[in-house]
């Protein structure tokens, strides 16, 4: 409840690091309170990370791991002014929310609900993100690090706590310091369900078609002037739809979405987001994307074109399929607290790492 009252709202336009300064306010306070636990090395860098470590008390050899949470909230909606409202023992019922009563939270939209009913549970007001994302995750962290401390008798490894700025936005890696951190594999903690565990996500390109027209003015344009405009519409119209497009597929299937078109008549630049489970994939994708661009320009010969891919990040699987134990782990914690692990595979996921 105080975490979220703290506004964090990270910033796409922006490229500084943090993107925004105010985020190192909670950074602040979590190195400040991590410090009041005892944990002596709590403290916060230049870019507004935290780093902390609960030190060893066992003998035993064991790996060093991470938690790790971002502290900052999505850009879609006000990050200002957040008034959390605690609904003890909720009765799961429809919840109207007092700022703007418009807004409803009903079981039917979100079904998870039902399964909270006799639960304290936490909303917003009505006109702001409440910032659960991932600022549970951050209260979760605080919570165990203050059991650890306080409780020696529960034998642990060393464990290296970490929160980032900027993770909406997909810069939460920018300035991290891996090296610094020196955790040999990690958890992040966030918003979602109990139980709910993911291994796996999307391997993610970008492309950029720019394509050049021919300008001319117009009074004198005939069997000259070529829209770039025009071509980039021709490009959209043939985009496949009932398949390959995140409106019309779920869970593992890949997709060729556009997300941004700009241009004039002399010049169009059109922006795509390829993903698909398999790394391969992408480039099937990307070979069917060019064959699409090719079949309009060959209508339009003095038009050209320019087509970049750009690596975006890659399906963490493919890594963890090397090490077993990090997710093994961690399906014996959520069943050792009476939960069924739920693997989820969802072809929407990265909208969360804040890859518009
Ligand atoms: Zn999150």
Known sequence: MRYVQIDTQSDPLSDTNPTTEKQKKLSHLLAEELQGMGITDAH???WGYVYATIPSNTVKQVPVICFCSHIDTAPDASGAGVKPILHKAYDGKPITLPDDNTQVLTPEMH???????????????????????????????????????THPEVKHGAIKLLFTP?????????????????????????GGAAGSLEDETFSADGVQLIIHGVITHPGDAKDKLVNALKIGGEVLALLPKSSLSPETTEKREGFVHPTRIEGIAERC???????????????????????LVDLV????????????????????????????????????????????????????????????
Do not use: C
């Open 44 to 46: 916060m860098d230049e």
């Open 111 to 149: 079904p998870y609900l039902k399964k909270l009913a006799g639960h304290d549970i936490i909303t917003a007001s009505g006109t702001t993100l409440l910032g659960a994302d991932d600022k549970a995750g951050v209260a979760e962290i605080m919570d165990a690090a203050h059991y650890f401390m």
């Open 166 to 190: 900027d993770e909406e936005v997909g810069r939460g890696t920018a300035k991290l310091d891996l090296q610094n951190l020196g955790a040999q594999f990690g958890y992040t903690l966030d």
């Open 269 to 291: 630049t059109i922006e795509f987001i390829i993903r698909d489970f398999v790394t391969a994939g992408l480039k099937k994708k990307e070979e069917l994307l060019q064959s």
């Open 297 to 356: 320009m060959e209508r339009h010969p003095k038009a050209t074109y320019e087509f970049k891919i750009t690596e975006q990040y890659r399906n963490m699987k493919e890594v963890l399929d090397g090490h077993p134990n990090v997710v093994h782990y961690a399906r014996i914690a959520i069943e050792r607290r009476a939960a069924k692990p739920m693997l989820r595979a969802e072809n929407n996921a990265d909208v969360h790492a804040g890859f518009f």
